[in-house]
């Protein structure tokens, strides 16, 4: 982190990262992607405030007792659950 940080006056840098964390600490602007496209671009703290309490989670199953095993799982959890 320190490199980076330290290089970063006057210049551009393009960081790719899973890590928040690492991205809020590292850059003035972050760029979200999913599936190779730019979803979101701003800073970090409008990120944060926009993304902070949500996330979605796509799974994909193969039969329906996968289906049938993971809402048995899920049922016994604290999250809200939209099963289409």
């Known amino acids: 982190w320190k490199m980076i940080s330290s290089r970063k006056s006057g ?8 890590s928040m ?3 809020e600490v590292l850059c003035d602007r972050i760029a979200i992607m999913s599936a190779g496209k730019r979803i979101e671009n701003d800073i970090p703290e409008k990120l944060r405030e926009k993304f902070e309490n949500s996330y979605e989670l796509v ?3 193969h039969t329906m007792e996968e289906a049938n095993l993971l809402r048995h799982d899920m049922r016994n959890s604290r999250t809200a659950t939209n099963w289409s």
Request: charged share 15%.
């Open 21 to 23: 964390e690492e991205a």
């Open 11 to 18: 210049t551009g840098t393009l960081l790719s990262t899973h």
């Open 59 to 61: 799974v994909n199953l």
